[in-house]
């Protein structure tokens, strides 16, 4: 016998889920940089959702400064409890938003494509702002409020001018902690288009201190391989210890808790505002390889001091621009050789590697004079020539190159020949 149960809540139909909401994945690559009173902001606009699906349902990413965390009471009783985590919603509420970037938004955030699926099955977002996948650059200006001179250590590493007493109960360190420059740390948000906030990029910190002097007018040279720029260099404020002279009896001391900062500088393309270094660089000397000629170069350098793994940089320097010319001319051809012929002697040579060649001038002169003169009455690509010469007549030949410019080669090797009958 086979019986059968039925349940009376099978098959019951309860109320529909709401559809799962879109959010945008957090800002990729955020990153910032103090630069005298601003802080430059940069980071890629989120293209797809948390989910893989795309486009991604933002419609603007928003930047926000946070709050310093509280310190701990120092008379609090018992070991320290971590409060719980808090939300994004949370963190935002307390923190303060210092720029916002509007994005391209879809029409219908739920009419998205999968992951493996093509961009061409997918409806691109419209509207004003930046396009989904984009570079974004914002700024957030510091006032004196923010920039607030830090309150330095005393010299005695102790805020309490009490000497300690012999057998107190508890005995306070013979150092102070190391003294932490302070900071502002910001986070970027993508945010939907009916204001629901997405994960939190990454956090990032820049100093508060006040910024490195900037260096002297930064001047440049140039040459046909590169343009020399120099500067300056910055000093470090607040020397640690007082240079000694010869004969001084001082034996080498290292400051015991003290991180001491880093000078170093950033050279920037200032038409461009394109950072030319990769990295800070420790010595007053740029090279830059590109060269272009008749066009204006603008150089600036920033000092970037580095405090507790943090740097910021000073203003820059006076921007130095100058119009590329190209005043030098190729090297004088090499090699050259003469071969004779019936009624005409050939020559040969090597090729210049100059990118800015226009050609080459072949010069023919008389065996007994010194005098060479061009025959070529423009300069010609290759690097052979026939001359057709009198029979038994001696004849001196050299060449030249000639640049896109017109700057001239000294003339090559001399080579004597005399055509055949």
Not at 389 to 416: E, F, L
Request: glycine content about 6%; some cysteine; hydrophobic content about 35%.
């Amino acid at each position: 016998m086979i019986v059968v149960l039925l349940c009376g809540a099978c098959g019951k139909k309860g109320p529909p889920l709401p559809p799962l909401v879109k959010v945008p994945t957090p800002p990729a690559e955020f990153s910032a940089e103090r630069r005298a009173g601003t802080v430059e902001f940069r980071f890629v606009v989120p293209g797809a959702n948390t989910d893989g699906t795309r486009p991604a349902n933002v419609a603007r990413v928003d930047v926000y400064a946070l709050p310093a965390p509280a310190e701990p009471d120092p008379r609090a009783a018992g070991p320290a409890i971590a409060p719980p985590p808090l939300t994004v919603d949370e963190i935002l509420k307390s923190a303060t938003k210092v720029a916002s970037v509007a994005v391209k938004a879809p029409r219908d955030p739920n009419a998205t494509i999968e992951p493996d699926d093509p961009d061409s099955d997918m409806d691109a977002p419209e509207g004003k702002g930046l396009d989904q996948g984009a570079v974004a650059r914002v700024s957030d200006d510091l006032d004196a409020e923010v920039v607030a001179p830090a309150k330095r250590p005393t010299r005695g590493g102790s805020s309490s001018s009490t000497p300690q007493q012999v057998g107190e109960e508890n005995p306070r360190p013979l150092l102070s902690p190391p003294w932490i420059a302070p900071s502002r740390t910001y986070v970027s948000v993508g945010v939907t288009t009916r204001g629901r906030p997405g994960p939190l990029s990454t956090r990032v910190s820049v100093p508060l201190l006040d910024p490195p002097d900037a260096p002297d007018s930064a001047e440049f040279t140039y040459d046909e391989a590169a343009i020399a720029v120099t500067w300056t260099p910055v000093e470090l404020r607040g020397a640690i210890q007082a240079p000694t002279t010869e004969g001084d009896e001082v034996l080498p001391s290292t400051p015991i808790g003290v991180e001491l900062p880093s000078i170093a500088y950033n050279v920037y393309d200032a038409a461009l505002d394109l950072k030319l270094t990769p990295a800070p660089i420790s010595k007053p000397e740029f090279s830059d390889p590109r060269i272009a000629w008749n066009e204006e170069r603008c150089y600036s350098v920033r000092a970037v001091e580095t405090r507790n793994g943090l740097s910021l940089e000073s203003e820059p320097a006076f921007t130095a621009c100058e119009t590329l010319v190209d005043t030098f001319p190729p090297a004088a051809p090499k090699g050259l050789d003469a071969v004779p012929g019936d009624g005409a002697i050939s020559l040969i040579w090597e090729a210049n590697a100059e990118k800015d060649l226009a050609g080459y001038i072949v010069l023919r002169g008389p065996a007994d004079g010194d005098a060479l003169e061009p025959i070529t009455p423009a300069p010609i690509q290759q690097t052979f020539f026939k001359d057709s010469v009198p029979a038994g007549t001696a004849y001196v030949y050299a060449i030249q190159a000639v640049d896109a410019a017109g700057n001239v080669s000294q003339v090559s090797n001399r080579k004597q020949e005399s055509a055949r009958d």
